[in-house]
């Protein structure tokens, strides 16, 4: 198996989710360069969210390898 740091959002209260979001991911390399995150139940959650906190976490983040988010209608996947 692959280590992977597992985090559950849905309480994010910030007018930027996507940025919100982008520190969730980057706290979570401090455990794994391989994140998941549930982002079911997140008011405002979207694709699109995802996929901006995602790329912008990618490029400040060297460490870190891949990021799956499950959001409500979602499975998004990007790997290094």
């Known amino acids: ?3 992977t740091e597992f ?3 849905s309480t994010l209260t910030s007018k930027d989710l996507s940025n919100a979001l982008k520190k969730r991911i980057i706290e979570g ?3 794994s360069g391989n994140i998941l995150i549930d982002f079911r139940g997140q008011a405002g959650g979207t694709l699109e969210i995802a996929q901006s906190a995602v790329e912008r976490a990618f490029g400040s983040n060297s460490n870190l390898q891949s990021v799956r988010i499950i959001g409500d209608g979602f499975d998004f996947s990007k790997t290094r």
């Open 7 to 9: 985090k559950a959002v």
């Open 29 to 31: 390399v401090g455990q």
């Open 1 to 3: 198996g692959v280590l």
